[in-house]
């Protein structure tokens, strides 16, 4: 690594460690993941893919998720590229540890452009997540529909290293939705009506600064800090949904620290 790239590096996690002092401060919890990628190119513009992936529970205090995933891209032409993927969700709820299956399909539509050392990218990913265990339909849909907006920059300018930064909106698109009377003097609900899967909003956006190390032609390693802010209507009810106990907006802020290696055929 010659020395532009030695001190680029050092100023870009220098700029990585004081945005995680400043978010991390206001976060309300931190976790982390780390995952194995192998990439294997099949011809030219076609590759197939396969990620392991393992999630910590908040304050990393336990395992929060096991996943597998496997998926195909092709590169229409340089400024477009498609893919699509299938991912098993080994999760574990935080407050029981019950274990808690999901099935994944998603499809994704990367447009991108370069401006000297610079990439820019949107990619817009549509994924479908069945839940495969018992759900209280009232409080959360068992197929889950959402889209992921993401807007990435890359430098590409030093030999070894590319570091990045994106933003990504997660919108829900069938989230339960209902109606209700709320009592402010009693703190009870009344007039609960369940209107369908019908609510659509944006529930987490999030940011990350992260740093890409290429070691040679085959292996490479992937550091990242992303911040998340969520916002979740969290709605509780009777499993008949004749009754509502509660209705309230869940706002948490949620620093994460990620570790990846790839590998390339």
């Known amino acids: 690594m010659n020395r532009i790239t030695k001190l680029s590096t050092s100023v870009f996690l220098l700029l990585a460690m004081l945005a995680y002092s400043n978010t991390e401060a206001s976060a309300q919890e931190i976790n982390g993941r780390v995952y194995a990628e192998a990439d294997w190119k099949v011809s030219k513009g076609f590759h ?31 400024y477009l590229k498609a893919g699509a993927d299938y991912t098993f969700i080994g999760h574990y709820a935080n407050s029981t540890g019950k274990f808690k299956p999901r099935h994944r399909v998603a499809g994704n539509l990367t447009g991108m452009v370069d401006a000297g050392y610079w990439r820019f990218s949107l990619r817009e990913r549509l994924q479908l997540t069945h839940k495969a265990y018992g759900v209280n339909h009232y409080q959360e849909v068992p197929n889950h529909l959402e889209l992921k907006s993401r807007l990435m920059v890359k430098y590409r300018g030093f030999r070894t290293v590319s570091p990045y930064a994106y933003i990504e909106l997660r919108n829900t698109f069938n989230d339960p939705k209902c109606d209700a009377n709320y009592d402010s003097s009693t703190g009870t609900w009344s007039g609960y009506e369940f209107l369908g899967y019908t609510h659509a909003y944006v529930n987490r956006v999030r940011g990350a600064l992260g740093l890409e190390w290429i070691l040679s ?49």
């Not at 893919?49 to 229409?76: C, H, M, P, V, W």
């Not at 802010?229 to 709605?235: A, G, M, P, Q, S």
């Not at 106990?245 to 620290?257: E, G, I």
């Open 48 to 78: 197939l893919n396969a990620e392991y992936q393992l999630r910590t529970k908040d304050s990393f205090s336990g395992i929060e998720r096991n996943q597998f995933a496997l998926g195909a891209s092709y590169k229409i032409n340089k």
């Open 217 to 265: 032609l085959r292996h490479a390693l992937d550091f990242r800090f992303m911040y998340n802010y969520y916002n979740e209507l969290d709605i509780d009810t009777d499993k008949s949904g004749t009754m509502l106990k509660s209705l309230a907006w869940q706002n948490p802020k949620v620093a994460t620290l990620c570790f990846g290696y790839k590998f390339a055929f």
